[in-house]
T-cell receptor, first 109, second 116 residues
C-alpha cells in the first residue's frame, strides 16, 4: 500500500529552526509537495520537489532524497504565525496526490 | 489573490436538507477538480475527482448518491450533500491543478458544514 509518514506534532521556539520530516512509500513518484494549513483554513502551497536536493525559498527550504523516500521541510527564524499544520503529499505514478496526516507545529515565545 | 474560490464558507442546515457547495477556478480552466473532506485534527481525505463533462470518480467508501458532483464547465464544479445528517458535518475543500498533471494545486477557502 501507499504510505506517507510524518510526526504528529512538534514544538519549537520563536526565532529558532525546525525540521519536519516526511518519509513515503508510494507506487511511483512524480514529485513531493509541502503545504501549510492554519486551523480552520484551506492548505496553501509551500514547495514542490521532484529532483534530489535542497530548494530554498526565503525562510522555508525543502529537501528531497528519492532513493531514501525522504523529504524534510526546514523552517528558519520561526515566527508565531508559523504555528500551523504542515502537510506532506506525494504525486504517485497515476498523478494522484497521496497525503500525509500532517504535522502540527506549535511555536512558543 | 485567490485562484480557486469556494462558496459558501460557512453553512448551517437542518438534518434532512441538501446543501450545495460551489468551487470556481478564477483565472484558469480546470478540466479536473478535487473534493476533499477534513474532520477536526485529521488530514485531508479525497472524496472524489470531478471531471468536466463526465461523471465524477469517487473514492472507496464515498456514497455517490449522497455526494452529488457536477462539473458543468471548465471553471465550475459543485458538490451537493443530499439529505445531510449531523455526521456529515465537516470541512469540505475543493482544489484544482493549474498547468497540467504536475501543476501547482490550488485550494478553495473551504466550506464548513454544520448539520443540526
Amino acid at each position: 500500500g501507499q504510505n506517507i509518514d510524518q510526526p504528529t506534532e512538534m514544538t519549537a521556539t520563536e526565532g529558532a529552526i525546525v525540521q519536519i520530516n516526511c518519509t513515503y512509500q508510494t507506487s511511483g513518484f512524480n514529485g513531493l509537495f509541502w503545504y501549510q494549513q492554519h486551523a480552520g483554513e484551506a492548505p496553501t502551497f509551500l514547495s514542490y520537489n521532484v529532483l534530489d536536493g535542497l530548494e530554498e525559498k526565503g525562510r522555508f527550504s525543502s529537501f528531497l532524497s528519492r532513493s531514501k523516500g525522504y523529504s524534510y521541510l526546514l523552517l528558519k527564524e520561526l515566527q508565531m504565525k508559523d504555528s500551523a499544520s504542515y502537510l506532506c503529499a506525494v504525486l504517485d505514478s497515476n498523478y494522484q496526490l497521496i497525503w500525509g496526516a500532517g504535522t502540527k507545529l506549535i511555536i512558543k515565545p | 489573490g485567490a485562484v480557486v474560490s469556494q462558496h459558501p464558507s460557512w453553512v448551517i442546515c437542518k438534518s434532512g436538507t441538501s446543501v450545495k457547495i460551489e468551487c470556481r477556478s478564477l483565472d484558469f480552466q480546470a478540466t479536473t477538480m478535487f473534493w476533499y473532506r477534513q474532520f477536526p485534527k485529521q488530514s485531508l481525505m479525497l472524496m472524489a475527482t470531478s471531471n468536466e463533462g463526465s461523471k465524477a470518480t469517487y473514492e472507496q467508501g464515498v456514497e455517490k448518491d449522497k455526494f452529488l458532483i457536477n462539473h458543468a464547465s471548465l471553471t465550475l464544479s459543485t458538490l451537493t450533500v443530499t439529505s445531510a445528517h449531523p455526521e456529515d458535518s465537516s470541512f469540505y475543500i475543493c482544489s484544482a491543478r493549474r498547468g497540467g498533471e504536475v501543476g501547482e494545486l490550488f485550494f478553495g477557502e473551504g466550506s464548513r458544514l454544520t448539520v443540526l
